[in-house]
Nanobody
């Protein structure tokens, strides 16, 4: 079983930066993909960025060039560096992991608010 804890959200002005962290514990050796998703009020949860165990990444078009996903040296932490933030980036950001057995785990979410 995997447990995820996010941190790093907050309030920032347009054009500012934030760094989100997601720490995984439990059966972390089974994790093959980790990623960030977000959900704004009244909208569906959407993919922001994912990173696989081999380091390959994928980003939503809306964040390409502004956000960077990375993994820590211990491979049990994933980061999301968010630069040039826009009001439309305001959402609850969730960390997600998937194991080799296709078991999905979600974190509790962290609020990101970008003021105009």
């Amino acid at each position: 079983q995997v447990h995820l804890v996010e941190s790093g959200g907050g309030l920032v002005q347009t054009g500012g930066s934030l760094r989100l962290s997601c720490a995984a514990s439990g059966s972390i050796s089974l994790i093959n993909v980790m990623g960030w998703y977000r959900q704004a009020p009244g909208k569906q949860r959407e993919l922001v960025a994912v990173i696989s165990s081999n380091g390959s990444t994928n980003y939503a078009d809306s964040v390409k060039g502004r956000f960077t996903i990375s993994r820590g040296n211990a491979k049990n932490t994933v980061y999301l560096q968010m630069n040039s933030l826009k009001p439309e980036d305001t959402a609850v950001y969730y960390c997600k992991s998937r194991t080799d057995f296709a078991t999905v785990t979600w974190g509790q979410g962290t609020q990101v608010t970008v003021s105009s």
